[in-house]
Antibody, heavy 112, light 112 residues
Framework: EVQLVESGGGLVQPGGSLRLSCAAS????????MSWFRQAPGKGLEWVSV???????HYADSVKGRFTISRDNTKNTLYLQMNSLRTEDTAVYYC??????WGQGTLVTVSS | DVVMTQSPLSLPVTLGQPASVSCRSS???????????LNWFQQRPGQSPRRLIY???KRDSGVPDRFSGSGSGTDFTLKISKVEAEDVGVYYC?????????FGQGTKVEIK
């Protein structure tokens, strides 16, 4: 069974950092394209980043230079390193496999 | 960026009746490879998003055949032939043709 479990969310002050994890089971992270999306409270969906099987990645302009997507093939886990966090980064963050399978999300709150 | 505009934003429907959501893009979604990367997602209350349709009209595995997608170029439509109670939620279109990937604002489907 394909499963994605996000973790690492929490409360952080503006300017701080967090690393989100997305543990995958039932498939190989490196063989698919993996994405991060986010949803601010009461708002719509926003694409954040994607990493392809070959290793290339893309970012939304709003996070470029601050966020880094990566994966650990030995742990079959996707990551999102988030630096220089802003209040507008507050959202539930979802990882997804090929846009089809989504995790349950992890809440990131950026506030002083 | 490609702007995705959905209408209506709220759609009250009667059980068993059809429903239709429109999605228009600010630029053609035809990719240089000939494909049109237009997706439809469903987000039920309190749940993660789920993709229903990809490449305009292809249904994902397990998606009931009452859901259908159509359109071309810049105009796209998601139709539900006969709305059921489990179809309540917010529906989003998303383009994956140009960077950055972008979503429509979402259409909230509710039962009258």
């Amino acid at each position: 069974e394909v499963q994605l479990v996000e973790s690492g969310g929490g409360l952080v002050q503006p300017g701080g950092s967090l690393r989100l994890s997305c543990a995958a089971s039932g498939f190989t992270v490196s063989s698919n394209y993996m994405s991060w999306f986010r949803q601010a409270p009461g708002k719509g969906l926003e694409w954040v980043s994607v990493i392809y099987s070959g290793g290339s990645s893309h970012y939304a302009d709003s996070v470029k230079g601050r966020f880094t997507i990566s994966r650990d093939n030995t742990k079959n886990t996707l990551y999102l390193q988030m630096n220089s966090l802003r209040t507008e980064d507050t959202a539930v963050y979802y990882c997804a496999r090929d846009l089809v399978g989504w995790g349950q999300g992890t809440l990131v709150t950026v506030s002083s | 960026d490609v702007v995705m505009t959905q209408s209506p934003l709220s759609l009250p429907v009667t059980l068993g009746q059809p429903a239709s959501v429109s999605c228009r893009s600010s630029q053609s979604l035809v990719h240089s490879d000939g494909n049109t990367y237009l997706n439809w997602f469903q987000q039920r209350p309190g749940q993660s998003p789920r993709r229903l349709i990809y490449k305009v009209s292809k249904r994902d595995s397990g998606v009931p055949d009452r859901f259908s997608g159509s359109g071309s170029g810049t105009d796209f439509t998601l139709k539900i032939s006969k709305v059921e109670a489990e179809d309540v939620g917010v529906y989003y279109c998303m383009q994956g043709t140009q960077w950055p990937w972008t979503f429509g604002q979402g259409t909230k489907v509710e039962i009258k």
